[in-house]
């Protein structure tokens, strides 16, 4: 279980950190333009980031 999740931490840095070292300014404007949503907007796409965790997570049991 402890080796599982470091890996899975370790994945998560290494897919975050892609977009900003290929592509800073546009990153840097994402970022801005995030900055400036409702809380509501916030609560949204984070609930959805969950589901759709919690989904990927439920495939990989089911298949693997």
């Known amino acids: 279980m402890g080796e599982s999740l470091v890996v899975a931490i370790g994945l998560l840095l290494l897919v975050e950190g892609v977009v900003p ?35 990927v997570l439920s495939l990989a049991k089911l298949f693997f």
């Open 21 to 55: 070292f290929l592509f800073p300014r546009q990153w840097r404007d994402t970022i801005e333009r995030i900055a400036k949503f409702s809380d509501g907007q916030l609560r949204f796409f984070g609930l959805m980031a969950l589901l759709s965790g919690l989904g």
